[in-house]
């Protein structure tokens, strides 16, 4: 008789969200995943509503009441609240799959902190086809070299509060990665006015918004006679939900750690 894996037992953090309400509607079809908390910031008027009405469980503020008996928190939220949950997180032993946008450069080495102490996963995007996209980008960076110029460009929804996305931040960290370079002192957001000459070296990244465009990322690398373009789009929240039930799947029981969605493809770790 095959043996039945055991239940991972998840709170959703940012439940009332685009993302969030996602990723519950995606779990109460998948019986290898059991919603036990539902997270909201405080003020909500959905605090005490049910977050799915199939599945029992009601929005809560309370970070730490809303973890209690989880064994994986997926995190969607601002970055503020992000903090405040991680650090609940912490104090219950809880892993965490990190997907808020928007978070700082010391907001990040705070989260590396907590990974000592738990299972930590942070990725701007979930997708699979975003993440195998930037694999290509920091081998094509690799093999190009600066002699090929690097532009990239996002394109995402009028609501979205950010810019530029996480994903197309993180590509721009694939290329200077690729290339032997630090973004912090290559790289440069949009254009305007008498710029001169595009630098040898520079990566660049352009941020458009409108509509409902759920996310599409483009990296040009453009040289003398020819180019490359490599895009993803995403034609559905649901890539981002599914990577994210995928990557607490891959987290739940993990020794304390700084993970990536490489290792959750790669299966490793």
């Known amino acids: 008789m095959a043996r039945v894996k ?23 079809q998948d019986p290898s995943v059991e919603l036990v908390g539902a997270l909201e ?31 994986v928190l997926i995190e969607f939220s601002e970055p503020e609240a992000t903090m405040e949950h991680m650090r609940a997180a912490r104090a219950s032993r809880t892993a965490v799959v ?10 990040v080495r705070a989260l590396r902190q907590i990974s000592r102490c738990i299972p930590v996963l942070l990725s701007p995007n979930m997708s699979l086809g975003v993440n195998l996209l930037s694999e290509l980008v920091r081998e094509a960076a690799r093999q190009l070299g600066a002699s090929f110029d690097a532009e990239i460009i996002e394109v995402h929804h009028r609501l979205k509060k950010d810019a530029p996305s996480g994903t197309a931040l993180r590509l721009a960290e694939m290329v200077a990665e690729g290339r032997g370079q630090q973004l912090d002192k290559t790289g440069v957001y949009g254009r305007h006015g008498l710029t001169g000459e595009r630098p040898s070296g520079e990566i660049a990244v352009h941020a458009v918004r409108g509509g409902d465009v759920v996310g599409d990322h483009t990296v040009l690398f453009a040289g003398p006679f020819e180019r490359i373009e490599m895009t993803h789009r995403a034609h559905s929240r649901d890539v981002f939900a599914l990577g994210a039930i995928r990557a607490a799947k891959y987290l739940a029981g993990r020794k304390p750690g700084w993970y990536s969605m490489r290792d959750v493809l790669s299966g490793t770790r």
């Open 98 to 107: 990190v997907g808020t946008t928007g978070l700082s450069a010391a907001q």
């Open 6 to 28: 055991p239940l991972v037992k998840v709170t959703v953090s940012g439940s009332r969200g685009r993302m969030g309400a996602r990723i519950i509607a995606l779990m109460a």
């Open 41 to 71: 910031r405080r003020g909500t008027l959905a605090i005490g509503e049910l977050a799915h009405p199939a599945l029992g469980v009601r929005v809560t503020d309370d970070a730490a009441s809303a973890i209690r008996g989880a064994r």
